[in-house]
C-alpha cells in the first residue's frame, strides 16, 4: 500500500515535503495507526501523537486524504491510494504530524469549562432527571482530538479571535447543564463579533467529527440563549 | 526557571506530581485547595491518560439501586482479592467511597440517572448485598464512558484551581540525596528535547500501569509503567506484581475492552454449543463472578475445545437478547467499538471475546496514605521521606490478588485525594528544599546519555515486540513452574538486548523514538519483577494461576511479595488482616 506522507523536522529540514512510502504486509482490518507505526518500525524518525488506540484519548487527529480523523479508528480499507497524511491544517506544525495545539487548548480553558455552582451544595448528589441529563448527550464526549477546529475556516482565519467549534461546544456543555449556574456570565463571554459569531455554518466541524457530535448545532443553541438572554 | 544548575533549567515547586490521569489529578486539587504550588507533569496532555478508557463505572455504596452499605462493599473487595487486599485500607476506601462520588458529581461529572434524579448505579462483578448475597448494584456510571467523565471533570477543576500544568514533559528519574530524601525528578520537555530538573519538597507518582507487558492488551500505548520502573531504579521495590489482571472481555485477537457493564446490564457468555457455562463456574454469580474467575472459564473453555470460531479460540458475549434501547442508552460507546474493531453491531450479533491483560494489581508499595512505604533492615516498613504513590502505579493494597471492576477509578480519588492530605502535612512540617547536589543529578543524566551512543544496533520497536509476546507466552493466564522457569530466561535475555539497543534517531525536536526507548527500559525491568514474583509464589491465589500448584496456600503465601532491581531480590511481607474499626475478614474459600 502507498502513503504520501507530510515530513519536516526543523532541525534538518529546510522545509516540509512529501514523503513516498509504501508497506507491503497490509494485514486485513488494519488501522491507520497500525500502519504508521509499522512505518516507524522502519524508520524511527516519522513522529507521530498517539496512546489509546481505540478513538477516546484524542491524540491522534491528523489530515488524511484531505479529511480530519483519528488514525487509530480509520480503516486503511476505506482509504483510496496513495494515501495522503497530514497535520491537522492551520495549526503550527512542530515537526512531521505533531502540530502545536496551545491556541485550541487556550480557547477551551477561556470558556471556564467547569461546573459553576453559586449556591451551597447539597449533602447528597444533585438532583437531575434523565431528560435534563440527556441534554448532555452529544456533548460530554468530546475528546478534545481538535479535528474540528482546525477544519473550520473561521478558525484558520481568526485562530485568536474566534473560540471555534470543539471550545464552544463545551461551553455549550455547560450551559445545557441544569446543574450549572452561570448562565449569564458564559454568554456575557461570548458577546461580540468574533468569538461565537465568526461561525458561519460551514459545517466541516460536524462533518468530521470522529464522536460523531454536532459543534455547528451547539453554536445555533447558544445563539438562541444569547437572543433570550438579551430580550 | 533558573538555570544555577549547570545550564539545566530547574524549577522549583512544594510538590512535583508525576502523572495526570485520575489519581494525580485528584491529588494536584486537594494540594491545590491547601494552596501549596504544584507542579503536574504529563507526558502526554491531561485528558488524553489512560483513566479516560475506563467505561463500566466507579463503585461506592450509596444503595440508590440496590440495599447496599459501606461494609458489604468492604467484604466483597476482601474477598474479590482473594484475600491478599490490605483490610485497613480497604475499610478506608470503602467507607470514603460515597463521599467521593458525591463530590465528584458536585465538580460536575455527568452520571447517568435514575428516574428519581440520583446517580445511576449498575451491577459489576464481584458484588453482594449482605456479605456474600444477592447480587448488588454499586458501580457509578456515565453511561460507558466514565473514566472520560471523571478525568475531563478533574482536569477543568485543576484549571479552575490554576495548577501549573507542564504537558508532554517526560519524567525519567527520581533524584534522591545521600540519606534516601527525594528531591524531585530529572524530566524531558518532549517537544524541545531539552532536560529540566524539577525540585519538589514531595513527589507524588501517578504514572498509572504497565498493561504494554503483554501483546493484547487493553490499555493505552503510553502504560508504560514509567514510576514502577524510576522506583526501581532507585532502589525501591515493587509488590505483588505476579498479579495481572487479565479482562475476560477483549476484543479477541485485539484486545479492545469491553466492559463487564456489558454484563452487568445483563448481557452473558456463551461457548460455541451456545450454552451459557459460566453457569458452571459460579452457579450463583455466574457471568458476574470475580474477573480471575471468569478469565478462567473463558480459558478452560477454549483449552477443552469449546471455542468458538474457525480455530475455536475464543467465546462469544451475547448482548443482542436486550432491548436495543439499553445498548444505544448504557453502553454506546461498547456498541461503536465492537462495531469498529469486531465488526459486529451488538444490538444483532453476539461479540468474540477473549481474556486480555488488562490491569495491574501490583506496584510501588504504599500504606493508606499514600506513602511510598520500604521495610528497613528486615524490620518493619517505614516511608520514603518526601515519596508518595498513588492509583494503579501503586499497590496499597486494596486490590490484592485480583481487583474488582470499579474499583480502580474508586482507589484513585480516594488515595489521590489521602495523599494530597498527607502531603499537605509534610509540607506544614518541612518548610525547605533540601539542597540539591550535582550528584543526584547526574546519575540520571547519564542514564539519559545512554541513549545517545550512536551506531548499529536492535531497534526499540524489535525489542519490545519479542518482550511482549514472551510475555504473553510464558507468563499469562494460567502458569507453571517449567514455563515459567523458561520465561525468565527469555526476559533476562532482553535484558541483555536492551544494552544493544540504538537509536537511529538522535534529533532533539519532539523525538518520539528517544520516550520509546526509555518506556522499553521500564518495561523490561517491570517484566523481570513479574517472571520473577510468578515463579516464587508456589500457589493459585486471584489471578496468579499456578496449575502445578493450584490452591491458594494462606499458610505459606498469605503475604505480599517484594521485588528488588538489585540482584532480582524478593523478600516478602505481611498482609494487614486488621481492619481499622469492624471485625477483619479471615479467608475462606473462595466460590461464587
Ligand atoms: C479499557 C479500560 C477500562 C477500564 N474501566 C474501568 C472501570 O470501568 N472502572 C474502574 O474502576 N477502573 C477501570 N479501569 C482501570 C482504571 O481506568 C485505571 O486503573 C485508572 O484509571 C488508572 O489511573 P491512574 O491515575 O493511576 O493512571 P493513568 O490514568 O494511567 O495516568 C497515568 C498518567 O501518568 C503519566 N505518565 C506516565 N509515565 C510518565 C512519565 N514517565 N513521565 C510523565 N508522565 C507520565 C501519563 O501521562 C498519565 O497522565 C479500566 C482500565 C482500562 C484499561
Ligand atoms: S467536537 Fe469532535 S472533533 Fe471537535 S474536538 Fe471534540 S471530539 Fe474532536
Ligand atoms: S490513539 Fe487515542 S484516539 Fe486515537
Redesign the interface.
Given at each position: 500500500m502507498r502513503f504520501s506522507i507530510y515530513r519536516y523536522?526543523?532541525?534538518?529540514d529546510k522545509a516540509p515535503y512529501m514523503q513516498d512510502v509504501e508497506l507491503t504486509e497490509i494485514r486485513p482490518?488494519m488501522m491507520l495507526l497500525d500502519a504508521l507505526r509499522e512505518l516507524?518500525?522502519n524508520?524511527?524518525?516519522l513522529?507521530?501523537?498517539?496512546?489509546?488506540?481505540?478513538?477516546?484519548?484524542?491524540?491522534d487527529a491528523l489530515n488524511i486524504n484531505g479529511r480530519n480523523g483519528l488514525s487509530c479508528?480509520t480503516p486503511l480499507s476505506s482509504l483510496a491510494e496513495p494515501i495522503q497524511v497530514r497535520p491537522l491544517p492551520g495549526m503550527p506544525v512542530?515537526?512531521?504530524l505533531?502540530v502545536d495545539?496551545t491556541q485550541f487548548?487556550k480557547h477551551y480553558?477561556s470558556i471556564?469549562?467547569?461546573?459553576i455552582?453559586h449556591d451551597p451544595?447539597p449533602?447528597?448528589?444533585?438532583?437531575?432527571?434523565?431528560e435534563?441529563?440527556e441534554k448532555?448527550d452529544g456533548l460530554?464526549?468530546c475528546?478534545?482530538c481538535g479535528a474540528c477546529s482546525t477544519a473550520c475556516p473561521s478558525f484558520w482565519w481568526n485562530p485568536e479571535l474566534f473560540r471555534g467549534p470543539a471550545a464552544l461546544l463545551q461551553s455549550y456543555r455547560?450551559l445545557a447543564?441544569s446543574?450549572?449556574q452561570a448562565t449569564a456570565d458564559r454568554l456575557q463571554a461570548l458577546e461580540g463579533p468574533y468569538r461565537l459569531f465568526r461561525c458561519h455554518t460551514i459545517m466541516n466541524c460536524a462533518e468530521v467529527c470522529p464522536k460523531g457530535l454536532n459543534p455547528t448545532r451547539a453554536i445555533g443553541e447558544i445563539k438562541k440563549l444569547l437572543l433570550k438572554h438579551i430580550i | 526557571m533558573s538555570h544555577a544548575n549547570y545550564g539545566i533549567a530547574k524549577h522549583r515547586f512544594d510538590t512535583l506530581v508525576i502523572g495526570a490521569g485520575g489519581g494525580g489529578l485528584r491529588a494536584a486539587l486537594q494540594l491545590a485547595q491547601a494552596e501549596a504550588t504544584v507542579a503536574v507533569v504529563s507526558k502526554v496532555f491531561p485528558t488524553r491518560s489512560h483513566t479516560v478508557a475506563a467505561q463500566g463505572g466507579m463503585n461506592a455504596a450509596l444503595a440508590n439501586v440496590s440495599p447496599d452499605n459501606w461494609h458489604w462493599h468492604m467484604y466483597d473487595t476482601v474477598k474479590g482479592s482473594d484475600y491478599l487486599g490490605d483490610q485497613d485500607a480497604i475499610e478506608y476506601m470503602c467507607r470514603a467511597a460515597s463521599r467521593l462520588v458525591i463530590e465528584l458529581e458536585h465538580m460536575g461529572v455527568p452520571f447517568s440517572r435514575l428516574d428519581n434524579g440520583k446517580i445511576y448505579q449498575r451491577p459489576f462483578g464481584g458484588q453482594s448485598q449482605n456479605f456474600g448475597g444477592a447480587q448488588a448494584a454499586r458501580t457509578c456510571a456515565a453511561a460507558d464512558r466514565t473514566g472520560h467523565a471523571i478525568l475531563h471533570s478533574l482536569y477543568q477543576q485543576n484549571i479552575r484551581a490554576k495548577t501549573h500544568f507542564f504537558d508532554e514533559f517526560f519524567a525519567v528519574d527520581l533524584l534522591l540525596d545521600d540519606e534516601g530524601y527525594v528531591l524531585g525528578a530529572l524530566v524531558l520537555e518532549i517537544e524541545t528535547g531539552e532536560p529540566l530538573i524539577i525540585e519538589a519538597k514531595t513527589t507524588l507518582l501517578a504514572t498509572g500501569g504497565v498493561g504494554q507487558l503483554f501483546r493484547t492488551n487493553t490499555n493505552a500505548a503510553i502504560n508504560t509503567g514509567d514510576g514502577m520502573g524510576m522506583a526501581l531504579r532507585a532502589g525501591i521495590p515493587v509488590q505483588d506484581m505476579e498479579f495481572f489482571q487479565f479482562h475476560p472481555t477483549g476484543i479477541a485477537g485485539k484486545g479492545m475492552l469491553m466492559s463487564e457493564g456489558a454484563r452487568g446490564e445483563g448481557g452473558y457468555l456463551i461457548n460455541k454449543d451456545g450454552e451459557r457455562f459460566m453457569e458452571r463456574y459460579a452457579p450463583q454469580a455466574k457471568d458476574l463472578a470475580s474477573r480471575d474467575v471468569v478469565s478462567r472459564a473463558i480459558a478452560t473453555e477454549v483449552r477443552e475445545g469449546r471455542g468458538c470460531g474457525e480455530k475455536g479460540d475464543y467465546v462469544l458475549l451475547k448482548l443482542d437478547h436486550l432491548d436495543p434501547e439499553v445498548i444505544m442508552k448504557r453502553l454506546p460507546g461498547i456498541r461503536d467499538m465492537a462495531m469498529t474493531f469486531a465488526h459486529v453491531d451488538p444490538i444483532d450479533k453476539p461479540i468474540p471475546v477473549f481474556p486480555t491483560a488488562h490491569y495491574t494489581m501490583g506496584g510501588i508499595p504504599t500504606d493508606r496514605f499514600g506513602q511510598v512505604v520500604v521495610p528497613v533492615n528486615q524490620g518493619a516498613a517505614e516511608p520514603v521521606p518526601g515519596l508518595y504513590a498513588v492509583g494503579e502505579c501503586a499497590c496499597v493494597s486494596v486490590h490484592g490478588a485480583n481487583r474488582l471492576g470499579g474499583n480502580s477509578l474508586l482507589d484513585i480519588v480516594v488515595f489521590g485525594r489521602a495523599a494530597g492530605n498527607k502531603i499537605t502535612e509534610y509540607l506544614g512540617e518541612s518548610r525547605y528544599h533540601r539542597p540539591m547536589g550535582r550528584q543526584y543529578v547526574d546519575k540520571a543524566l547519564g542514564h539519559l546519555a545512554r541513549w545517545d551512543k550512536r551506531g548499529k544496533g536492535e531497534s526499540v520497536g524489535a525489542l519490545r515486540d519479542a518482550l511482549q509476546r514472551t510475555m504473553e507466552h510464558y507468563c499469562g493466564v494460567f502458569r507453571i513452574e517449567n514455563v515459567l522457569a523458561e520465561g525468565l530466561a527469555k526476559v533476562l535475555e532482553i535484558e541483555k538486548r536492551l544494552e544493544d539497543v540504538r537509536l537511529q534517531d538522535h534529533s532533539k525536536i519532539f523525538n518520539t523514538a528517544r520516550i520509546e526507548a526509555l518506556e522499553l527500559e521500564n518495561l523490561v525491568s517491570l517484566a523481570v519483577a513479574t517472571v520473577t514474583s510468578a515463579l516464587a509464589r508456589q500457589e493459585s491465589r486471584g489471578a496468579h494461576t499456578r496449575i502445578d500448584y493450584p490452591d491458594r496456600d494462606d499458610e505459606r503465601w498469605l503475604k505480599h511479595t517484594l521485588f528488588y532491581r538489585e540482584g532480582r531480590r524478593l523478600d516478602y511481607k505481611p498482609v494487614t488482616t486488621k481492619p481499622l474499626t469492624v471485625d477483619s475478614f479471615p479467608p475462606k474459600p473462595r466460590v461464587y
Open positions: 523536522n526543523p532541525e534538518t482490518d516507524k518500525k524508520d524511527e524518525t513522529s507521530f501523537r498517539f496512546s489509546c488506540g481505540e478513538g477516546v484519548c484524542g491524540s479508528i512542530i515537526r512531521d505533531v495545539l487548548y480553558r471556564e469549562p467547569y461546573l455552582v451544595v449533602e447528597e448528589e444533585f438532583l437531575q432527571t434523565p435534563q441529563r448532555l460530554y464526549e475528546i478534545l455547560f447543564d446543574r450549572d | -
